[in-house]
């Protein structure tokens, strides 16, 4: 099996076109550049279910990841980043 390429070793603000971003999502972009990984946009919650939407970034594997509004900041970001990380070389065996 071969292991999936590592994606983010190109400078992250060249994977965000910030010409198609809301005002509302610049500053999740901005955190997942600074973050050094991708942005991915904004799934929408069902407020009436009581869930909230979701922020979706990818890890350098390219994994989807995904935090709440309320617990998106910088250090949560790299937090989940590095376990998802060292989760993906403990499977392929980096």
Request: some cysteine; hydrophobic content about 35%; glycine content about 6%.
């Amino acid at each position: 099996m071969t292991p999936p390429r590592i994606l983010n070793r190109v400078d992250p603000r060249r994977l965000i076109d910030r010409r198609g971003l809301r005002p509302e999502e610049l500053l999740y972009a901005e955190i997942c550049v600074a973050a050094r990984c991708r942005y991915r946009g904004i799934q929408k919650g069902i407020p009436e279910r009581g869930l909230e939407p979701l922020i979706l970034f990818d890890d350098d594997y390219g994994s989807s990841l995904c935090l709440t509004p309320s617990q998106f900041t910088l250090e949560n970001v790299r937090a989940h980043l590095a376990k998802s990380n060292a989760q993906w070389a403990k499977v392929l065996g980096k």
